[in-house]
């Protein structure tokens, strides 16, 4: 069978998103199918930065086209970067041969449209899989306004392209829940959750751990790391005060992993305050998220107030892959909310909740290296039960790819999988 991705980023970006699509990708071609990628031609955070227009990785064709590379700086140099994408892919597509199975991911925006038009025009199924939900993030976070022309008209073109495809494939029941709000049919839509980008998927080597930290002037040190996209759906703030609390205390550090417009938010902070307990590294590659992460004494995965059900904190299945605490700052209806639930790990912290953060942060400072190991066999185990990759890849190609066997793979969804869909 023959299949397209549509995706604004894909290898060797090191975004998570990035990184999964790539893992999606060479399980289809390991399958036996035909693997084809159309995506930019730019690096998503280096603008400048450009890959080959034409490559064959791992057996899978990728195909990247062209666009302006302004950056993220202004909201306006967004819109022109996805615009200039939108019109260099609707070249290409216009000429591409017909696919069996489209699958469309969400960045840009709106990526569905075009691979719905695609199948339109030329045949073949359109599967939208939503990575985040646009525009209503937007929406939220004060881009566009809902009720202007623009917000009017992008929602239409949302709702057309999740009513008019085969598969609407989403990351945890509250998606589920918003998309069926914006129409979706409810046996349209399939949940698949993301999983660890962590090589191996495995608990992260000790040695390598320690070199990192000694790299950067962390040994000795408790690391609290983000590790993960600067950005407003992400607010930083919450973390950021309770640095400013601790900055008296010589053993906690505070490390920020990536990239993103509210990198300088970080900066500035830093600067302002004079914090020397406050360390910035950009994006890691693959090969070194395990150094990373193994670098954390406590993880922080975070998600703003409004977000629940239009993104999803992906980083958290390798947070719980790499075996150490975590700590989640966000709302408690949401994926993450429910993970603590179900792992009986991690502490949920509300956002402005500075006090709370700080006393998590003391208490698992506190903690003997007996319950830090059991708490990490106790997440590595939930992980690897539920969202080792090959697990979650099956349950998609299952449910989409092969849909004789989508009603099975749905029921025990339904029935054994609290956090795919479980009734609110």
């Known amino acids: ?75 306006r140099y967004r819109i022109l970067d996805s615009l200039t994408f939108f019109i260099s892919l609707a070249g290409k597509l216009l000429f591409f041969p017909k696919q069996d199975l489209v699958i469309s991911f969400t960045s840009p925006p709106l990526m569905g449209f075009w691979g719905t038009l695609f199948c339109w025009m030329k045949g073949g199924r359109s599967v939208q899989w939503l990575m985040d939900v646009n525009p209503d993030a937007a929406f939220e976070v004060g881009y566009l306004k809902r009720r202007s022309i623009l917000g009017a008209i992008l929602n239409a073109v949302f709702e057309f392209t999740l009513t008019s495809a085969q598969n609407v494939v989403v990351l945890d029941r509250w998606m589920k829940k918003r998309m069926l709000e914006h129409g979706a049919q409810e046996e349209k839509i399939t949940i698949v959750p993301p999983w660890s980008v962590l090589v191996g998927g495995s608990v992260v080597i000790t040695e390598e751990s320690q070199a990192f930290k000694k790299q950067h002037g962390l040994s000795g040190k408790f690391v609290v790391l983000y590790s993960g996209n600067h950005s407003v759906v992400h607010p930083l703030t919450t973390l950021l005060e309770a640095a400013l609390v601790l900055r008296e205390d010589p053993q906690i550090a505070f490390l920020f992993i990536g990239a ?96 709370e953060l700080v006393s998590a942060i003391k208490r698992t400072q506190a903690l003997s290296v007996q319950e830090k190991q059991e708490i990490g066999n106790r997440n590595i185990q939930y992980v690897l039960n539920r969202f080792q990759p090959q697990k979650t890849l099956q349950r998609f190609y299952d449910s989409v790819v092969c849909p004789v066997t989508a009603g099975a793979t749905k029921s025990l969804a339904v029935s054994g999988d609290p956090i795919s869909d479980t009734p609110t």
């Open 1 to 75: 069978m023959k299949i397209l991705l549509l995706n604004q980023t894909f290898y060797p970006d090191n975004l998570a998103t990035s990184q999964q699509i790539a893992d999606l990708a060479v399980f289809l071609k390991e399958k036996g199918h035909e693997v084809s990628v159309v995506s930019g031609q730019r690096a998503y955070e280096e603008r400048s930065k450009k890959f080959p227009k034409r490559e064959t990785w791992n057996g899978v064709n990728i195909f990247r086209v062209s666009s302006t590379g302004l950056g993220k700086k202004r909201f």
């Open 260 to 355: 993103g417009l509210r990198t300088q938010d970080v900066y500035h902070f830093k600067v302002r305050h004079k914090l020397a307990n406050i360390v910035q590294l950009p994006l890691q590659p693959r090969e070194k998220m395990g150094a990373s992460f193994g670098a954390a004494d406590l993880h922080a995965v975070v998600m703003g107030s409004k977000m629940s059900g239009l993104v999803h904190t992906s980083k958290i299945y390798s947070v719980l892959a790499s075996g150490k605490p975590f700590v989640f700052v966000g709302p408690k209806n949401s994926h993450a909310g429910d993970t603590v639930n179900e792992c009986q790990s991690g502490f949920v912290v509300e956002h402005e909740q500075v006090s």
